[in-house]
């Protein structure tokens, strides 16, 4: 059975750092993109980072980058997103995405499993 499970999320000041966690029970995870979204109350949900099958490469949203690191461990199944410098406007639900058959995307359609999402909340 597929599962994403997020973890570290939490409630920090502006500045502050969070590091996010996902971890993955896949048929083959070195065989999957990853990638991370959050989405806010009343918006669609929106693209933070993707890393490719062996994490050789990545995409950023621009709101984020130079602050935020995606990485995976294909031998832990795992994938990890390092928040640094972060914003109130960071604050949202993060989720943990898989692609099977794709390839790095921006696109959240794109994604065939979802985690359960983990709440970032960042005040001023």
């Known amino acids: 059975q597929v599962h994403l499970v997020e973890s570290g999320g939490g409630s920090v000041q502006a500045g502050d750092s969070l590091s996010l966690s996902c971890a993955a029970s896949?048929?083959?995870?070195?065989?999957?993109?990853m990638g991370w979204f959050r989405q806010t109350p009343g918006k669609e949900r929106e693209f933070v980072a993707a890393?490719?099958?062996?994490?050789?490469?990545?995409l950023y949203a621009d709101s984020v980058k130079g602050r935020f690191t995606m990485s995976r461990d294909n031998a832990k199944n795992t994938v990890a997103l390092q928040m640094n410098s972060l914003k109130p406007e960071d604050t949202a639900v993060y989720y943990c995405a898989a692609d099977r058959l794709g390839y790095l995307s921006r696109l959240s359609r794109e994604y065939d499993y979802w985690g359960q999402g983990t709440q970032v909340t960042v005040s001023a």
């Open positions: 896949l048929d083959t995870f070195i065989m999957y993109t």
């Open positions: 890393i490719s099958r062996s994490g050789g490469g990545t």
